[in-house]
């Protein structure tokens, strides 16, 4: 008999995940199990704005995938997926202009979400998007130019122009990559480039207030997922720490100069970083056309793509909504949040259920139970709720970098982070261009 072949779309926290918990319940030579993926490792999205900020190196934050899939015989194949033939049970993946057909007997997509512009003008061509490596590269180098760029600029308004940055998004992305975004500029300043601000001839035009972070944020608070003394307590360090926070400020357009506001006020900016929000990616289906519930596939409580039952849906693409909520209380039939530790979690119940549909047994329901999470405010301090217990300061921040260590799959990973990050805490960042 011919073995099962399962294919796994995107190789993010749901798709790995799924992979590795295959390989762990079923023996080799039972099924076959194939990853299918745009690049050729596994991104640790967490910490992408210590990349952005030349916290972390770029290549800490990946993890080769053939290397977590080492001796595992699951085989990984970059390409991007072009579209699915559920009747036919086949996938199209691209790869360098040309098509490859996949045939599979269980399908998992698991392909993520990519930036939300909500439809803004000019946001997509004048902003910066922190979801990929490439991302996260780009705006550290923009920083770092910006910066040479500003030696030569005399003028103090021109130059206050140029060393004016946003980011837009008052969530756990948009304020990690604030805080540490402060911090790496004032180092910036205060090592490298403070003395060439001054005007020549009038030293005192070298002003402290240059050069200026806004984070802008359409709700009325920041982190609404926190309680609100912890709002409080991450407003107050990003204040501390130079940031100007702007709460129900909405942006109705993006220029190359700056941010239009649906006030009519402009805010001036060389560089905006676009944190603002995230839309699942709905691959392309052939053959059918599926619901979606907020733009996300709507799957049943088994994972399973509404009208198919051998695709299974998981992550930030998947509007699973926990069954034990709905019994409870119909107004919490939201989906589950777009977070890695859903995605991660998800996975084992996904694994489980197709080796119950390969075996013929009944699928079960998932239910997700938060451990809490935590949001880092730059070096030395972050905020948390875990099993409703509410943490502020430098232990949080301790526990939140510890956590987030242990997530990675490689030992080898583990202690190089470890170990820029322990060097980091005594020497400067480093400020090559790349
Ligand atoms: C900057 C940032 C910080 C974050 N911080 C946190 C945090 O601190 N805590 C937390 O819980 N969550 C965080 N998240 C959210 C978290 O990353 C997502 O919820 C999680 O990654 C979702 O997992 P997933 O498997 O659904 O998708 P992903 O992990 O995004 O994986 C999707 C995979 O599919 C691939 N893919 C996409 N399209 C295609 C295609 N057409 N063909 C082939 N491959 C494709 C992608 O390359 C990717 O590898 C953060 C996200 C970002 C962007």
């Not at 002003?207 to 997922?225: D, G, I, W, Y």
Request: with cysteine; aromatic share 8%.
């Amino acid at each position: 008999m011919l073995r099962p072949h399962i294919v796994i779309l995107g190789a993010g926290f749901g798709g790995t995940n799924v992979a590795k918990k295959l390989r762990a319940r079923v023996k080799r030579g039972e099924i076959d199990v194939t990853i299918v993926n745009r690049t050729n490792y596994f991104l640790f999205t967490p910490l992408l704005h210590e990349v952005a900020t030349g916290g972390l190196s770029p290549r800490n934050v990946a993890e080769p995938l053939r290397e977590v899939f080492v001796h595992t015989g699951i085989r990984i194949v970059q390409g991007s997926v072009d579209g699915i033939n559920a009747a036919e049970r086949t996938v199209a993946v691209r790869e360098n202009g040309q098509v490859h057909i996949l045939r599979y007997d269980y399908l998992v997509a698991a392909l993520g979400a990519e930036t939300n512009y909500y439809g803004i003008p000019g946001a997509p061509e004048f902003t910066l998007p922190l979801k990929s490596l490439a991302d996260a590269t780009a705006i550290r180098n923009r920083i770092i130019d910006t910066f040479e760029r500003a030696v030569l600029t005399e003028n103090a308004d021109d130059r206050k122009a140029l060393l004016s940055f946003v980011v837009v998004g008052g969530g756990a992305t948009g304020v990690e990559l604030a805080a540490e975004l402060s911090e790496f500029m004032s180092g910036l300043v205060g090592r490298y480039y403070g003395a060439s601000h001054c005007s020549a001839e009038d030293p005192r035009k070298c002003s402290p207030e240059e050069p200026s972070l806004t984070l802008v944020n359409a709700s009325k608070e920041l982190l609404e997922m926190f309680k609100p003394s912890l709002r409080t307590a991450a407003q107050d360090r990003l204040t501390k720490n130079g940031v100007t926070v702007r709460s129900s400020t909405v942006v109705s357009a993006v220029t190359r100069t700056g941010l239009t506001l649906a006030s009519g006020e402009t805010i001036p900016a060389s560089m905006i970083v676009w944190t603002a929000g995230v839309k699942a990616i709905i691959p392309h289906f052939e053959d059918l056309k599926p619901t979606l519930t907020g733009g996300r596939l709507a799957v049943d409580g088994n994972f399973r793509l509404l009208g198919s039952d051998r695709i299974f849906v998981l992550g930030d693409a998947a509007a699973y909504v926990d069954a034990r909520d709905f019994a409870k209380d119909s107004s919490k039939t939201r989906p589950l949040p777009m977070l890695a530790q859903v995605a991660q979690s998800q996975s084992g119940r996904v694994a489980k259920n197709i080796i119950a549909a390969i075996a013929g047994k009944p699928l079960k329901d998932f239910h997700y139970n938060s451990p809490g999470s935590m949001v880092s405010v730059g070096q030395w301090f972050a905020i948390g709720e875990i099993f409703s217990m509410k943490l502020a300061g430098r232990f949080t921040w301790w526990l939140w970098r510890t956590v987030y260590l242990s997530k990675f799959a490689s030992w080898r990973k583990r202690i190089r982070i470890a170990a820029e990050w322990a060097f980091e805490l005594v020497s400067p960042r480093d400020i090559t261009k790349l």
